[in-house]
């Protein structure tokens, strides 16, 4: 996984700082600091793991859900990359460092010395939600991880048991509540190095809330009880709710600051990586979707919007000016990486009351859900009109997985961990794999990296032999997936 290092981030002050074994033996100076400011490290931790979360990862998920294809080296596409994918470098860049954050607001010394940098629990509350939300998306992709002692190498664990993905759902629940206790909407000092909400403690208790409420019906299938509990009016209402209630990560004009797929597509690349699918495209085409010009680029050649086939043999040369680009409110070197929006609430929303777990009417909130969605993307009142009058989007009681499921995945465009694991849950739309595939169904999950079997031996076979072939395959179901 990549490392991004941003450019005002204090590194040499990491160094100052792991030479000192507690801080009560720090000759404080506050114009020498001997240790990293935990706004530096919110910086450094926010860049890495949304860099390492809308990339790589993101990527995969984008694939496996059919809204990107590859123009070449289409193993990925084709599911030939067996243990090749690794959160080692989540943990050890963005992980750590918010684990930092938590652990020197921890120390007195610390907190009566450097009040500058915010409000001691706003700052744990802030690193717990990002925890929660990098852990949720790694035990998304691979099921079972190290969770319960990870990031203790400083207290000696350097090989740490893989928790069950059951145990960690609930511990995210329940970690998100403490966070949000611990929220403070009106500090006296502003949280400072926060590239996401800008140091709005407003927003990112929101953005917890609508955390809480992704997770909580992650468990719909597994453990309905458990989603029940949270989703609920008070944690609804105490959500996002409009198109203007978002969260993203804003990139910069640079190469190492860009947009993950703007890197992957110009600058790694050198070319033209990734093209929209055509089970994407074909299904906007379909209905006439206005979001067509912001999810793809019309193709060089033709000037029309044009899927490229997803999963083709592998080696296939294909003719990139003939087929769609990401769009470049998504692709673009500065276009922001999106970690949620409010459709995605509304369509949990609208799925609870579908289940009949809460009040209101589904297909109300199935048609904000879409609304906000085409709103994020800047359609128009009457496009939008037009597009809910169809026969086939109106909301259908009898159809709800079907029609949920569908047009959530096309809001989730370019969250590809989220779109594929909302394919998983639902099994909507209908996706099968593509011409060059090697195996006969689309992942369930992404086989352990190689470096774990090296350095963590003993506890990734005891993850394995929980799979239910005992066998570390993609063909295997992570435990909420039913």
Known sequence: MKILKYKWVLLLALFAFSACENFEEMNYDPNKPSFVPTSALLTQAQGNLVFNMNGELAQLGSLYAQHLALFDYQDKSNYLDNGISSYSGIYSAGLADLQEIIDLNNNEMFKSKVLEFGETNNQIAVAKILQIWAFHNITDVWGDIPYSEALQGKNGIIAPVYDTQ????????????????????????????????????????????????????????????????????????????????????????????????????????????????????????????????????????????????????????????????????????????????????????????????????????????????????????????????????????????????????????????????????LDYPVLTPGPGATLTTIPRRRAYSTDEYSTNKANVETAVARLTTKEDKFTEKVWWDK
């Open 166 to 425: 059951e145990s960690i759902y609930k511990s995210f629940l329940s970690g998100l509540a403490e966070a949000i206790g611990m929220l403070n909407t009106s500090p006296n000092i502003a949280l400072q190095g926060d590239l996401i909400f800008d140091g709005d403690m407003a927003k990112w208790k929101a953005f917890a809330h609508s955390l809480q409420l992704r997770i909580a019906m992650r468990l719909s299938e597994a453990d309905n009880a458990t989603a029940k509990t949270y989703l609920t009016d008070a944690n609804f209402n105490a959500a996002f709710k409009t198109s203007a209630d978002y969260a993203r990560f804003n990139h910069y004009p640079s190469d190492a600051e860009s947009n993950p797929i703007y890197q992957d597509n110009v600058v790694t690349g050198g070319g033209d990586f990734f093209g929209v699918a055509n089970t994407l495209l074909d299904t906007l085409h379909y209905f006439n979707d206005p979001r067509i010009s912001k999810y793809a680029n019309a193709a060089v050649n033709t000037g029309l919007y044009v899927g490229l086939t997803y999963g083709l043999p592998t080696g296939t040369s294909v003719n990139d000016d003939l087929y769609s680009l990401p769009g470049n409110m998504y692709a673009s070197q500065t276009a922001p990486s999106v970690l949620m929006t409010a459709a995605e609430i509304l369509f949990i929303k609208a799925e609870a009351q579908a289940r009949g777990w809460l009040s209101g009417t589904a297909a109300t909130t199935y048609t904000a859900a879409i609304t906000a969605s085409m709103e994020y993307n800047g359609v128009g009142s009457t496009s939008i009109t037009n597009y809910l009058a169809q026969a086939e989007v109106q909301y259908n009681q009898t159809k709800w997985r079907e029609q949920i499921g569908l047009q959530k995945w096309i809001a989730l465009y370019m969250q590809g961990i989220q779109a594929w694991a909302e394919w998983r849950r």
